[in-house]
Nanobody, 125 residues
Framework: QVQLVESGGGLVQAGGSLSLSCAAS????????MAWFRQAPGKEREFVGA????????YYADSLKGRLTISRDNTKNTVHLQMNRLKPEDTAVYYC??????????????????WGQGTQVTVSS
């Protein structure tokens, strides 16, 4: 069983930056992908980005590319989501996910077996 805990959410003004972290514990595998999704009220949970734990390759939603950086810290079993130039429409609960998937389908929710509790990000105008 894999446990994921997100942290770093909060309130930030539009144009600002925020960094989220996801710490993994329990049984993990080197070939896991770690992903970030977000869900705003009344909307479907959508893909934000992902990173391959093994080689560090990153993948981003087209609409968010350029404002995000996903990185990993192998020694701490932690992934980070750096978000810049935040907009009010970025307001959502951000979830960390883990699963054994492939680069062609990293954006699919059903590819991930483990999910964190989520952390709230609110961007004020």
């Amino acid at each position: 069983q894999v446990q994921l805990v997100e942290s770093g959410g909060g309130l930030v003004q539009a144009g600002g930056s925020l960094s989220l972290s996801c710490a993994a514990s329990g049984r993990t595998f080197r070939h896991y992908y770690m992903a970030w999704f977000r869900q705003a009220p009344g909307k479907e949970r959508e893909f934000v980005g992902a990173i391959s734990w093994n080689d560090g390759n990153t993948y981003y939603a087209d609409s968010l590319k350029g404002r995000l950086t996903i990185s990993r810290d192998n020694t701490k079993n932690t992934v980070h989501l750096q978000m810049n130039r935040l907009k009010p429409e970025d307001t959502a609960v951000y979830y960390c996910a883990a699963g054994v998937t492939s680069r062609l389908v990293v954006s699919r929710r059903r590819e991930y077996d483990y999910w964190g509790q989520g952390t709230q990000v609110t961007v004020s105008s």
